[in-house]
Antibody
């Protein structure tokens, strides 16, 4: 069974940093691209970043470029999202999702609240 | 960026009835490899999104045949027949043909 479990969320002050993790199981992690998608409270889905299976390629939405970094450790079956210079508008639930030319499996999400 | 426009924003349906949700993209979603990467997701209350349909019309593993997707180019439709209580939630279309990946704003289905 494919499982994606996010962790690392919480309350953080504006301008500070936070690192999210997504532990994958039930599939060969190193064979799949991975993604982070977020959802602000009461809002829709917003893609944040993607990384290829071997980390050769990364992509991110313009609003987080230069602030967020997606990475992965295939030996640990773990996806990361390093978030710096956090802003109030980054407040959201963050989901990791597996890529198979679509987003076929999603984690349960982790909440990030940016507030003083 | 590809803008995904979903209609309606919300709809109410009777159990056993049928609904259609429309999704239009601002650009063709046909990839250079010939595939069209348009997917449909459902987010049930207090849950994470789940994949229903991929590449326009392919049902994901375990998805009921009451769900069907159709369309091409820039116009796509999700149909749900014989609506059941478990179908309530917010439906999103999404494209993964090009970066940035983008989603429609969602259609809330109320029973």
């Amino acid at each position: 069974e494919v499982q994606l479990v996010e962790s690392g969320g919480g309350l953080v002050q504006p301008g500070r940093s936070l690192k999210l993790s997504c532990l994958a199981s039930g599939f060969t992690f190193s064979n799949y691209g991975m993604n982070w998608i977020r959802q602000a409270p009461g809002k829709g889905l917003e893609w944040v970043a993607s990384i290829s299976s071997s980390s050769s390629y990364t992509y991110s939405v313009d609003t987080v470029k230069g602030r967020f970094t997606i990475s992965r450790d295939n030996a640990k079956n773990t996806l990361y999202l390093q978030m710096t210079s956090l802003r109030s508008e980054d407040t959201a639930s963050y989901y990791c999702a597996r890529s198979d030319n679509n987003l076929d499996y999603w984690g349960q999400g982790v909440m990030v609240t940016v507030s003083s | 960026d590809v803008v995904m426009t979903q209609t309606p924003v919300s709809m109410s349906v009777s159990l056993g009835g049928q609904v259609s949700i429309s999704c239009r993209s601002s650009q063709s979603l046909v990839h250079s490899n010939g595939n069209t990467y348009l997917s449909w997701y459902i987010q049930k209350p207090s849950q994470s999104p789940q994949l229903l349909i991929y590449k326009v019309s392919n049902r994901f593993s375990g998805v009921s045949d009451r769900f069907s997707g159709s369309g091409s180019g820039t116009d796509f439709t999700l149909k749900i027949s014989r609506v059941e209580p478990d179908d309530l939630g917010v439906y999103y279309c999404g494209q993964s043909t090009q970066y940035p990946l983008t989603f429609g704003s969602g259609t809330k289905l109320e029973i």
